[in-house]
């Protein structure tokens, strides 16, 4: 888990691991067969993802074969995507994070440009910009979008008369009444940092609500999170829940395994997260998929409350690779309705696609029916990484402290605010 950004990621391992043969990017061979390596992390959903489409592909295109090979996701994996492009050896598909993170790649030297490519003939538009740099397009979408805000145990819900909150204060009192009943009302697994960001990055809806010119002051240098009261209160809410007492024993050293297990089995009512944790909670749990939902964190208006998404990561073609043409197939591929089917094959779909024509299955799992209502109503606004490319490396461990008690709000606000300029100057920002 890097800085603002937000994924799912199973344990680092400190080396690339092959999930298949070793086969390097060679020429064609004799058979005309080519041969394409695929990086991914090794998140367990990701992995089941890639092998069904990977499969899928290699049936409608006999002429390609894919090596899939596994990278650790944080800053570890970070780090190996950064260092491969930067040698030219990275793998001719790459899967990783569409937003912010793609800036730091430097795309129009390490990237193969895809701009008016017939590759993205079946991306939604409205998804370009968040694998663009500087008008140019380097990515297609890989998997569905996400929620970030609340997931909640529905029959908890039921149990205790609980109906789903659309203010602050009503999920606060939501949550006197789950500590009333013995249950952990807020889950917090502060052992893996990066899941203390929910409270401040999955209330980016309501801070455009209220400011919907913040981001764009925030990329300028213009607008700050400490001085910036629709932005403060991400980091207000996160230390109220800690200091009402809401929170589950043990938060500072529970990990994101611990979590999931608490909400499943109904010994906490909410958990704030993205809705992509729920693939690899399905396996253990097979009831969650209808039992446990997702809503957005509540603001402080009732009358304006949706929830903040996090698009779909992005499949990218390093300039490196020595066969662009057969990654440009398969990226075609994972941007099409076949390629989205082979997804939601491999993986149940946590949210909506952003290919056209894609569909979730009949079946899909309340998290997404939940995620898709906020979406087709308008009620949702992209998180800050998909619209300024300002971030800092050391959120989540401001959050921690936040939400321990340790710092206060402003005081966190603050440091995050100074976090942040270093990578705005790397960046060439104008007003940095």
Same mark, same amino acid.
């Given at each position: 888990?890097?800085?603002?950004?937000?994924?799912?990621?199973?344990?680092?391992?400190?080396?690339?691991?092959?999930?298949?043969?070793?086969?390097?990017?060679?020429?064609?061979?004799?058979?005309?067969?080519?041969?394409?390596?695929?990086?991914?992390?090794?998140?367990?959903?990701?992995?089941?993802?890639?092998?069904?489409?990977?499969?899928?592909?290699?049936?409608?295109?006999?002429?390609?074969?894919?090596?899939?090979?596994?990278?650790?996701?944080?800053?570890?994996?970070?780090?190996?995507?950064? !260092?491969?492009?930067?040698? %030219?050896?990275?793998?001719?598909?790459?899967?990783?994070?569409?937003?912010?993170?793609?800036?730091?790649?430097?795309?129009? #030297?390490?990237?193969?440009?895809?701009?008016?490519?017939?590759?993205?003939?079946?991306?939604?538009?409205?998804?370009?910009?968040?694998?663009?740099?500087?008008?140019?397009?380097?990515?297609?979408?890989?998997?569905?979008?996400?929620?970030?805000?609340?997931?909640? /145990?529905?029959?908890?819900? &039921?149990?205790?008369?609980?109906?789903?909150?659309?203010?602050?204060?009503?999920?606060?009192?939501?949550?006197? @009444?789950?500590?009333?009943?013995?249950?952990?009302?807020?889950?917090?697994?502060?052992?893996? !940092?990066?899941?203390?960001?929910?409270?401040?990055? %999955?209330?980016?809806?309501?801070?455009?609500?209220?400011?919907?010119?913040?981001?764009?002051?925030?990329?300028?240098?213009?607008? @700050?999170?400490?001085?910036? +009261?629709?932005?403060?209160?991400?980091?207000? @809410?996160?230390?109220?829940?800690?200091?009402?007492?809401?929170? /589950?024993?043990?938060?500072?050293?529970?990990?994101?395994? /611990?979590?999931?297990?608490?909400?499943?089995?109904?010994?906490?009512?909410?958990?704030?997260?993205?809705?992509?944790?729920?693939?690899?909670?399905?396996?253990?749990?097979?009831?969650?998929?209808?039992?446990?939902?997702?809503?957005?964190?509540?603001?402080?208006?009732?009358?304006?409350?949706? &929830?903040?998404?996090?698009? +779909?990561?992005?499949?990218?073609?390093?300039?490196?690779?020595?066969?662009?043409?057969?990654?440009?197939?398969?990226?075609?591929?994972?941007?099409? +309705? &076949?390629?989205? #089917?082979?997804?939601?094959?491999?993986?149940?779909?946590?949210?909506?696609?952003?290919?056209?024509?894609?569909?979730?299955?009949?079946?899909?799992?309340?998290?997404?029916?939940?995620?898709?209502?906020?979406?087709?109503?308008? &009620?949702?606004? +992209?998180?800050?990484?998909?619209?300024?490319?300002?971030?800092?490396?050391?959120?989540?461990?401001?959050?921690?402290?936040?939400?321990?008690?340790? !710092?206060?709000?402003?005081?966190?606000?603050?440091?995050?605010?100074?976090?942040?300029? @270093? #990578?705005?100057? #790397?960046?060439?920002?104008?007003?940095?």
């Amino acid at each position: 888990m890097k800085a603002a950004c937000l994924r799912v990621a199973a344990a680092a391992t400190a080396v690339v691991t092959s999930l298949t043969s070793c086969g390097s990017s060679e020429p064609t061979s004799a058979d005309g067969t080519v041969t394409l390596k695929l990086l991914i992390d090794n998140a367990e959903a990701t992995v089941a993802a890639a092998e069904s489409v990977v499969r899928a592909f290699e049936a409608a295109e006999p002429t390609v074969e894919i090596d899939t090979e596994t990278r650790p996701g944080g800053a570890e994996g970070d780090n190996i995507v950064k !260092t491969r492009l930067s040698t %030219g050896e990275m793998a001719d598909v790459f899967w990783y994070n569409s937003g912010s993170l793609i800036q730091a790649l430097n795309p129009s #030297q390490t990237l193969v440009d895809l701009t008016g490519d017939p590759v993205l003939a079946n991306v939604q538009e409205s998804y370009l910009p968040v694998v663009s740099h500087q008008d140019k397009v380097y990515g297609v979408p890989a998997g569905t979008a996400a929620g970030g805000g609340i997931l909640y /145990n529905r029959k908890v819900y &039921a149990d205790l008369g609980l109906e789903t909150p659309r203010s602050w204060a009503e999920f606060m009192a939501n949550n006197d @009444k789950v500590k009333a009943a013995g249950l952990a009302p807020v889950i917090s697994t502060f052992k893996e !940092t990066w899941t203390s960001q929910l409270f401040v990055l %999955g209330d980016f809806y309501n801070v455009q609500a209220a400011v919907p010119a913040f981001a764009a002051g925030y990329t300028a240098n213009k607008a @700050k999170y400490a001085t910036t +009261p629709a932005a403060l209160s991400g980091f207000r @809410k996160l230390a109220e829940v800690h200091a009402a007492g809401l929170l /589950n024993d043990g938060f500072g050293s529970a990990t994101l395994d /611990n979590g999931l297990k608490l909400l499943a089995e109904g010994k906490g009512a909410h958990y704030p997260m993205l809705t992509g944790v729920m693939p690899a909670l399905i396996e253990q749990y097979p009831s969650v998929k209808t039992d446990i939902g997702f809503f957005g964190i509540p603001g402080d208006d009732p009358g304006t409350h949706g &929830a903040t998404v996090w698009e +779909p990561a992005g499949a990218y073609i390093p300039a490196s690779s020595e066969h662009v043409d057969a990654a440009k197939k398969f990226l075609a591929f994972i941007a099409s +309705p &076949a390629g989205a #089917q082979a997804f939601s094959e491999g993986v149940a779909p946590t949210g909506p696609y952003r290919i056209k024509g894609a569909e979730l299955p009949e079946d899909v799992i309340q998290v997404a029916r939940d995620l898709s209502a906020y979406i087709e109503s308008g &009620a949702s606004a +992209p998180a800050l990484e998909f619209v300024s490319p300002v971030k800092g490396p050391s959120l989540e461990q401001i959050t921690v402290a936040v939400g321990s008690g340790l !710092t206060t709000p402003a005081e966190g606000a603050a440091q995050y605010d100074k976090d942040v300029e @270093k #990578q705005a100057r #790397q960046l060439g920002l104008a007003g940095w």
